[in-house]
């Protein structure tokens, strides 16, 4: 069955960019009905999507963190990959990465994994 | 403030039904189907509902999902105490072009 599996470093400096990386076993990337997304949740909060791609490299971006964050496929790794530039203290928290149906509608994050803390502390 | 909104808080005793709201709009629930997730203590989110009403396989029966113009519901019949845990539910909104959630309830069973 299809798994996900966050990596990168847990803690990151402010100012400086952190780098996720969500690798995708069991299956491949190239889904003609999935997009492939990033969410995050601070500690004891809910849950703030960041943002998706599609195999081809498509994006949607959460209007909030658009300035700061770029996310992109690799297909060659069945890979996708998170980057959000300068950040501070309130980009602390466990990140996830999930997959999502599009197809014929947006709908639920079907599988996700088991998510990776990020501490912004210098 | 979530673009979806969910009461903070609910409880019930075990083997009551508790039910979960989650209010949005024009732009996003009212258009888009609505899914629910379970998040127990220290572990990822897992999709409880999926299309407003679906369950995936292996989501027990109690647990059911239904939606009316803006806004929808989660119900958990037959509450258990393996069943307290926050509850999201989430949209994607055409006007945004974006993902939301609801802001969560904490379920705690009595």
């Not at chain 1, 969500?22 to 849950?47: E, F, N």
């Not at chain 2, 119900?75 to 105490?81: M, V, Y």
């Not at chain 2, 802001?103 to 705690?108: A, E, P, S």
């Amino acid at each position: 069955q299809l798994q996900l599996q966050e990596s990168g470093p847990g803690l990151v400096k402010p100012s400086e960019t952190l780098s996720l990386t969500c690798t995708v076993s069991g299956g491949s990337i190239r889904s003609s009905d999935h997009y492939w997304a990033w969410i995050r949740q601070p500690p004891g909060k809910g849950l703030e999507w960041i943002g998706n791609v599609f195999y081809s490299g498509s994006t949607y971006y959460n209007p909030s963190l658009k300035s700061r964050v770029i996310i992109i496929e690799d297909t060659s790794q069945n890979q996708f990959s998170l980057r959000v530039n300068s950040v501070t203290a309130a980009d602390t928290g466990v990140y996830y990465c999930a997959r999502q149906r599009f197809v014929p509608q947006w709908d639920g994050f079907d599988i996700w994994g088991q998510g990776t803390m990020v501490a912004v502390s210098s | 403030q979530s673009v979806l909104t969910q009461p903070p808080s609910a409880s019930g005793t075990p083997g009551q039904t508790v039910t979960i709201s989650c209010f949005g709009g024009n732009s996003n629930v009212g258009v888009e189907p609505v899914s629910w997730y379970q998040q127990l203590p220290g572990a990822a989110p897992k999709l409880l509902i999926y299309s407003n009403d679906q369950r995936p396989s292996g989501v027990p029966a109690r647990f059911s999902g239904s939606k009316s113009g803006t806004s929808a519901s989660l119900a958990i019949s037959g509450l258990q105490s393996e069943d307290e845990a926050d509850y999201y539910c989430a949209s994607w909104d055409a006007s945004l072009r974006a993902q939301v959630f609801g802001g969560g309830t904490k379920l705690t069973v009595l």
